[in-house]
């Protein structure tokens, strides 16, 4: 996607990412997030969840990566998500981000963001704002 | 993270707390980046740029969010009074991407809080404490600015 | 004419959208609204004025307030200085009734948002607190709600007779005319969506995409 092909309205391609147990338990050794809520589907329903958790800001590097596959090359300048349902490890959520802002001048848009869990449910919603090279 | 962020508190204690703990730096800490972290961080999403999956690609980097999961020993201020009920909830973190960061670079961090503020929600009374991090590199420059909305409810 | 009734701008602490961002949403993906009234949480923003935009896209922007009730979350239209010395817009319990009668008296709409909604909504607390008699009409259908939480906001409006609007609750740019407010009338400014809204003729529609 070049800067000159974007429009306001653009729809980014969606994407079903993979939030297996595999993937979760790989991230959260990265993050250094490894709490049973997110590993452990029998413990979480211990403490009253539907299952483990996708941590938060994994859905919202999983949203990173979809703006990175939509425009090869551009740089992410902030991504602000706000975490509003439980996404649990081992579903089929879909990611999806529209374009709602064009600057020509500073070749910056902004996108609107959504992870959607399998239920339906809005599990985190967002914006970010990327800059295209010249 | 919108410069109109937080609103007028409504309880006396919310005010008390804002008045005496917004904008105060109450911890810092140091990160090294380190290039398996990044590469592991890169992956685990599914990301196939090669400048988060290639370190021997030249502009190879951190992916945008990697500070998000860098925290202070402190949380939050040493006698931070404790507002809002017991329960806590992450209710959403936004993260500001200034420079790369690069494997090896040494971060400092400083924690803050940004704003306390108070709402309803799906969830009942919701006191929103946002405690801010700010990272600088090895040679002072910003490279990221994390603002974590922590959520505390009775 | 079509209005979004219940919209947050990035004057909101959970907002993100920009108005004028909105106003070319609406008119690149060609929505049937006529204009949005922007309900900012627990303020009054007397300072935004919107008239440049209205004219460079031809669309109604009004301004209203979202306000918070020991009932759950009320909007309020028609907003004046005497109203806003009437309550602490800021507040997270302000009792309802006294809302509503401020509202009255200073010539605003008062309406529940919502109703459906847990902890945040009108018939949640009317099963704990019992029914509030100045209350005559609610939003029934909310493009943020959960499902089965319209439904309940229709179903209950419908048993106590309330009449019934409908706003998408919007924070970001993309979510905006979910559902909205038809009118038999035509409505150009604030005071006459406050006319509008207390002659009753107007009703809730769910503009969004099927899934």
Sequence with gaps: MLFEDVELGDELPAEHPDISMERVVEFTKAAHMNFPRFTDHEFARKEGLPGALVPGIMSQALLATMIHRWAPGCRILSLDTVFRGHVVVGTTPTISGAVTDVDDDERVVEVDLTLTAEDGRTGVMGTAKVAFSA | MSDTEGTEPASTEVQEAKAKYVGFVFDTATFTAEQDKMLAWAESVGETDPRFTDPSNPDFQAHPTFTASLVSRRVLPEDFPKIGGPRGIDGGKAVVIQQPIRPGDRLKASATIADIYEKTGRSGTMTFIVQRMSFVNQNDEPVSMVDWKMIRNP | ?211
């Design chain 3, 1 to 211: 004419m079509i209005l979004d009734l219940h919209t947050h701008s990035v004057r909101s602490d959970d907002g993100r959208a920009k108005v004028d961002n909105y106003c070319q949403w609406i008119r690149k993906k060609e929505l049937p609204l006529d204009g949005m009234v922007l309900t900012e949480h627990r303020q009054w923003d007397d300072t935004s004025d919107y008239r440049d935009l209205e004219d460079r896209y031809g669309l109604v922007i009004l301004k209203a307030s979202e306000v918070e009730t020991d009932y759950g979350h009320v909007l309020v239209f028609g907003v004046n200085e005497d109203l806003v010395n009437s309550f602490d817009f800021a507040r997270i319990d302000n009792p309802l009734p006294e809302v509503l009668a401020a509202a009255e008296r200073c010539g605003a709409f008062a309406a529940p948002c919502h109703p459906g909604r847990r902890n945040v909504g009108l018939f949640a607390h009317y099963e704990r607190k019992g029914v509030v008699d100045a209350v005559h009409t609610v939003e029934v259908l909310n493009g943020g709600s959960i499902p089965g939480e319209d439904e309940l906001s229709v179903e209950k409006a419908a048993e106590h007779g309330y009449r019934g609007f409908g706003g998408s609750d919007s924070h970001i740019v993309s979510r905006i005319g979910f559902c909205a407010t038809e009118f038999d009338d035509t409505v150009t400014d604030i005071d006459g969506l406050v006319a509008a809204l207390y002659g009753g003729r107007f009703r809730a529609v769910s503009l969004r995409e099927p899934v």
